[in-house]
C-alpha cells in the first residue's frame, strides 16, 4: 500500500494546457475521486498516474517514490477501464490471470527447476483468481469468454484482474459508465465495500457527481485542469468555495439569483428584486467579510432542499424567509415533489414534501432555510465567507 502525490503537474498537448499545475496528496488506503465536467483534465491527471501521459511539468510519487520515469509496468498500480477492456477470446478465469502470469509470481522466483517454478506459479495464480472471484460473486462464471457475460458481469471481471495483482494503487477511470441505473447503484456499493475489505489506495474518476459524493472519502473537483476544491462530501456540499463547486455539488443544481445585498439598522438583506430576504442576525455577525459586500451586486444561492411549502415547512415561516412564486411544473417523485418555480424573472428549483398542493400555475408560498443559504462574489465567483 502506498500514498500518491501530484506536485505541481502540468500536461500539455501542444497549445493547450490539460492539466495546469495541479497538486494533490492522496493518503495511503484512501479512496479519492475525481470530478468534473468532460474535457477538465480528470482522466489525463489519472493517466499521468498510470505513465500512459508523460508529465509536461513537476512531479508524481507512489510511496516515496518519483515515477516520473517509470514505465507503467513498473509503477505496482492496477487500472480499471471504462470500457473494460478484456481479452475476448479468453475464458474470465485467464482474463483475470493473464496479468499474473506476464509478472510471474513472486513466491515462484528461486525454484530448482523450470518445471516446478512453473507448476508452483500456476498453483498460486490459480488460488488468487478463485479467491477474487468468491468475493466478486464470479466463482460460476470463470469458463465463460466475456460475450456471454452481462455489462455488470463484465465490469466485475475488469474488477477482479485488477485486484489479484494486489498493487499499491488502484486507478478507475469512471468504470460505471457503461451500467443501466440500477446495476450501476449495486456496483457502486460493492466498490465501497472491497475498499474497505482490501484498504487499497483507489482514485477514481468520475463525471457523475452522485457517484461522487457517495464513493469517495475526500473530492477533488476539477474545472479547465485546475483543481477548485478538495474536500469531504459533505463539507463540498455545505460549505463550497465557489460558484462552480457550488453548481456542479448537489442534485438538482443550486439555484443562483443575482441580487443586491443590502443593510440597514434592522438586518442585511439579499434583495433580488421580485422578492426580499433577511440573513439571519448571528449569520450576519459571524461572517467578517459580509460587511464590504453592503450595497454591491452579488449572487445569491440556495440549494432545493433547502425550499420548503410554506405550508409544510419545516423552518418557522417569518417575513424575511418567505417568497410568493408560481408554478411553472411539477414533477412527482414519491417520496418528495419536484417543483420548479418562477418569482418574477428568476426560476427555481425545490424539493418539497410529497403532501404539497401545490399545482400548476397556482401561486404558492416557500420558505428558504437562510441558515443554509449562500452568497457569493458576482465577479470573482468566490464564496462570501
Known amino acids: 500500500m502506498a500514498g500518491v502525490s501530484l506536485r505541481n503537474v502540468t500536461k500539455r498537448f501542444k497549445s493547450v494546457i490539460a492539466v495546469n499545475d495541479v497538486s494533490l496528496e492522496i493518503r495511503d488506503q484512501e479512496f479519492l475521486v475525481l470530478v468534473g465536467p468532460s474535457g477538465c483534465g480528470k482522466t489525463t491527471a489519472l493517466r499521468m498516474v498510470a505513465g500512459l501521459e508523460e508529465i509536461s511539468e513537476g512531479e508524481i510519487l507512489i510511496g516515496e517514490r518519483v515515477v516520473n520515469d517509470v514505465s507503467p ?16 477470446h479468453m475464458s474470465v478465469f485467464d482474463n483475470m490471470a493473464f496479468g499474473l502470469r506476464l509478472r510471474m509470481m513472486p513466491g515462484a522466483v528461486g525454484r530448482l527447476t523450470q518445471r516446478s517454478r512453473a507448476r508452483d506459479t500456476a498453483d498460486q495464480i490459480r488460488k488468487r483468481v478463485e479467491a477474487v472471484s468468491e468475493m466478486l460473486g464470479l466463482r460460476g462464471l470463470l469458463d465463460r469468454k466475456p460475450k456471454q457475460l452481462s455489462g455488470g458481469q463484465r465490469q466485475r471481471v475488469a474488477l477482479g484482474r485488477a485486484i489479484v495483482r494486489e498493487p499499491k494503487v488502484f486507478l478507475m477511470d469512471e468504470p460505471l459508465s457503461n451500467l443501466d441505473a440500477k446495476l450501476r447503484v449495486q456496483t457502486r456499493a460493492e466498490l465501497i465495500k472491497l475498499h474497505r475489505q482490501l484498504g487499497i489506495t483507489t482514485i477514481y474518476v468520475t463525471h457523475d ?6 464513493m469517495g472519502e475526500r473530492i477533488a473537483v476539477m474545472r479547465d485542469g485546475v483543481v477548485q476544491q478538495v474536500d469531504t462530501p459533505l463539507s463540498l456540499f455545505n460549505r463550497p468555495t465557489n460558484l462552480f463547486v457550488a453548481g456542479f455539488i448537489g442534485s438538482p443544481a443550486m439555484n443562483f439569483i443575482p441580487a443586491n445585498l443590502t443593510g440597514d439598522a434592522s438586518g442585511v438583506y439579499v434583495d433580488a428584486g421580485s422578492f426580499r430576504v433577511q440573513i439571519p442576525e448571528a449569520k450576519a455577525k459571524s461572517n467578517n467579510g459580509l460587511a464590504r459586500y453592503i450595497g454591491r451586486d452579488v449572487i445569491f444561492g440556495v440549494r432545493p432542499q433547502h425550499i420548503y411549502d410554506k405550508q409544510l415547512t419545516l423552518v418557522p415561516a417569518t417575513p424575511g424567509n418567505t417568497v410568493r412564486c408560481t408554478v411553472d411544473v411539477s414533477e412527482p417523485m414519491g417520496s418528495i415533489v419536484t417543483l420548479y418555480l418562477k418569482a418574477g424573472p428568476h426560476n427555481m428549483v425545490a424539493e418539497v414534501d410529497a403532501e404539497t398542493k401545490a399545482a400548476i400555475g397556482a401561486p404558492v408560498e416557500v420558505v428558504f432555510d437562510m441558515e443554509k443559504t449562500h452568497l457569493f462574489d458576482r465577479e470573482t465567483e468566490a464564496a462570501i465567507c
Open 73 to 88: 509496468k513498473d509503477r505496482d498500480i492496477a487500472m480499471v477501464f471504462q470500457n473494460y477492456a478484456l481479452y475476448p
Open 209 to 214: 457527481q452522485v457517484e461522487a459524493m457517495t
